[in-house]
Structures are given as structure tokens and as C-alpha cells.
């Protein structure tokens, strides 16, 4: 059973920064792309950014300059780190491991999330 644990939120001002952990437990880390995904107020869950196995990243275009992704196999850790947040990043934050082809169908199941809250 793999679990899915993330940590990191909390409340920033505009302009602040917030980097954001993803623990995996019971999987083969290091085999998997893994992805971060955000669901803010009213909207569905989208794909923010994801870093593959051998470390290549890509991000939405909204958040390119600000957010980056890195991992440590060792650890079996994801992170996000989160620069000149935005009111719009506002969300709850979660991470997961992308089925090959697809930002919307997932390995796992979900984990509870890290809620980002950007506000003055």
C-alpha cells in the first residue's frame, strides 16, 4: 500500500515562498514520475509541474519561472519550491506518481494535501 504524505503549506503573503514535501512510502520511488497537482476553490485538481525518474522537469505555463520541482531518490522524497506566490496559487497542494501518457489518471491514491493559502 503506498502512502502519500505532503507538508509544506501554509499561509504567505504575495510575493512570498513556500516549499512544499512529498514523502512515498511502499513503492519503488525511483522508478516513477512524479507529479504535483493543486486544487484551489471551486476548480478541479490540475497538473502543476512533474519531474521524471532521471530527473527532467516541466511545469504549466502559469507557474514557469516560479515554481521548480526536484526529487531525491535517496529519501523518497518530491519537492516543489514556490517563489513569488501568487493569490491564483492558492489551492491545496498533492502529489502522485502520472500513469505513462496521462496528467489526470494516477498510480495512487490520493494523499490529504498541503493547503497553500496566498494572501495579505
Known amino acids: 500500500q503506498v502512502q502519500l504524505v505532503e507538508s509544506g503549506g501554509g499561509l504567505v503573503q504575495p510575493g512570498g515562498s513556500l516549499r512544499l514535501s512529498c514523502t512515498v512510502s511502499?513503492?519503488?520511488?525511483?522508478?516513477?514520475?512524479m507529479g504535483w497537482y493543486r486544487q484551489g476553490p471551486g476548480n478541479q485538481r490540475e497538473w502543476v509541474a512533474g519531474?521524471?525518474?532521471?530527473?527532467?522537469?516541466d511545469q504549466i505555463s502559469s507557474v514557469k519561472g516560479r515554481f521548480t520541482v526536484s526529487r531525491s531518490n535517496a529519501k523518497n522524497m518530491v519537492y516543489l519550491q514556490m517563489n513569488s506566490l501568487k493569490p491564483e496559487d492558492t489551492a491545496v497542494y498533492y502529489c502522485?506518481?502520472?500513469?505513462?501518457?496521462?496528467?489526470?489518471?494516477?498510480?495512487?491514491?490520493w494523499g490529504q494535501g498541503t493547503q497553500v493559502t496566498v494572501s495579505s
Open positions: 519531474i521524471t525518474s532521471g530527473g527532467i522537469a
Open positions: 511502499g513503492s519503488n520511488f525511483s522508478f516513477y514520475t
Open positions: 502522485n506518481a502520472p500513469l505513462p501518457g496521462s496528467r489526470i489518471r494516477n498510480y495512487w491514491a
